[in-house]
């Protein structure tokens, strides 16, 4: 398994449990510099250290008429002023191979959204950035399928790929995971993530809007660090239920410390740590 560095964060081979947290999509500036505030408080109480995550626009809303996000330009400068104020490290997803410099040029990790595994050119730029790249593994696809998008960003000469798994469909409006996938792409030589909230989505199922079951978020978390997993991504807001995108999956920030908690302590036994 490779190893290398999410701004601070050593990552894959004797690397440390970490978490990827934040909104689904950047809100406003004020909502990101609370949550991120959340996040160093944590790393403070837990000694779990943590990415934060805003998406500038989701590209791949259910409806046309949903939130999509404040768009490239201002939202890098919103991450950009995190970053500098929190010295958290950054993620967030890039949609097209044209953003990847731009992003590239502020953020501590590029993220593939799941439904753009296999999108060559958009693999290609972002490896091309030298940044670590987070490919989330699409819910249409194997997990031995993933060596094709690793390879893709291998291509580049940048080994610094972190893949995600995020469940797989299973009929209509309906994901399901298999952790034996966490092994199966850690055999590619990659860190593996896991994705606790998405993982509980229901595609589609709102209609207009996915739905989920969050309440399931940490009993998936939990088996999937039992089961391997380098580290936890999760979608937190103060208030999920008014939240402008996956409403129906974030975790409320009440209960981020809890999980995170529980994870470290199983991921401490299955790496033999004290």
């Known amino acids: 398994m490779s190893s290398f560095q999410v701004g601070q964060i050593q990552v894959g081979l004797k690397g440390e449990f970490f978490i990827i947290a934040g909104p689904c999509v950047i809100e406003s500036q004020s909502l990101c510099e609370q949550i991120a505030e959340f996040l160093v408080n944590l790393q403070k109480t837990t000694s779990v250290k943590c990415v934060f995550k805003a998406s500038f626009d989701k590209a791949n809303r ?116 298999d952790m034996t996938a966490i092994g199966a792409m850690q055999q590619l030589g990659c860190p593996v993530v896991f994705d606790t909230t998405h993982s509980t989505q229901r595609p589609g199922g709102l209609g207009t809007a996915s739905a989920g079951t969050p309440d399931m978020a940490p009993v998936l978390g939990r088996a999937a660090i039992a089961a391997g997993a380098n580290a936890l991504f999760m979608e937190i807001h103060p208030d999920p239920a008014n939240a402008l995108c996956d409403a129906a999956c974030m975790l409320t920030l009440k209960d981020v410390q809890p999980l995170v908690e529980s994870c470290k302590q199983i991921f401490n036994i299955v790496h033999n740590r004290q």
């Open 62 to 177: 259910t409806s046309i008429n949903s939130f999509r996000g404040p768009g490239l330009e201002k939202g890098l400068k919103i991450l950009d002023d995190i970053r500098t104020k929190t010295g958290l490290p950054i993620l967030t997803d890039v949609h097209e191979a044209a953003q990847a410099k731009a992003v590239g040029q502020v953020v501590d990790c590029l993220q593939i959204p799941a439904f753009l595994c296999r999108q060559t050119d958009l693999l290609v730029a972002c490896g091309n950035t030298g940044k670590p790249v987070n490919i989330k593994k699409g819910q249409f696809v194997s997990p031995d399928e993933m060596k094709n998008c690793v390879g893709k960003v291998r291509s580049t000469g940048n080994e610094k790929i972190l893949l995600t798994e995020r469940g797989t469909f299973f009929g209509y409006n309906r994901l399901v995971n």
